[in-house]
């Protein structure tokens, strides 16, 4: 079984700084793409950023300039640095990864989400 874990979430002031983690651990061959999706109160999950294997990038429009995605594969960890944060940033921010296992399966694997507060 392959299981992620976020970490890194809290409650910052608007203008503020965060950066999450997520840990992919379990049985794991490849991660392959891995990302990054939000949940307001009340809302969708939503996508926040994606990140390929080799580091391509895809940010949601309402990121672009201020969130940066990156990862490192040796540690199969995920993290998302968050500058000048918004009201509207404020959710749960779940990680998502595509992993290839041990056992030669394929699947889509989610965190269990951290929370991002932010004051106004």
């Known amino acids: 079984q392959v299981q992620l874990m976020e970490s890194g979430g809290g409650l910052v002031q608007a203008g503020g700084s965060l950066t999450l983690s997520c840990a992919a651990s379990?049985?794991?061959?490849?991660?392959?793409?891995m990302g990054w999706y939000r949940q307001a109160p009340g809302k969708q999950r939503d996508l926040v950023a994606t990140?390929?294997?080799?580091?391509?990038?895809n940010y949601a429009d309402s990121v672009k300039g201020r969130f940066t995605i990156s990862r490192d594969n040796v540690k199969n960890t995920m993290y998302l640095q968050m500058k000048s944060l918004k009201p509207e940033d404020i959710g749960v921010y779940y990680c998502?990864?595509?992993?290839?296992?041990?056992?030669?399966?394929?699947?889509?694997?989610w965190g269990q989400g951290t929370q991002v507060t932010v004051s106004s």
């Open positions: 998502y990864a595509d992993v290839f296992t041990t056992r030669g399966a394929k699947g889509d694997y």
């Open positions: 379990g049985s794991i061959f490849r991660v392959n793409l």
């Open positions: 990140i390929t294997r080799g580091a391509i990038t």
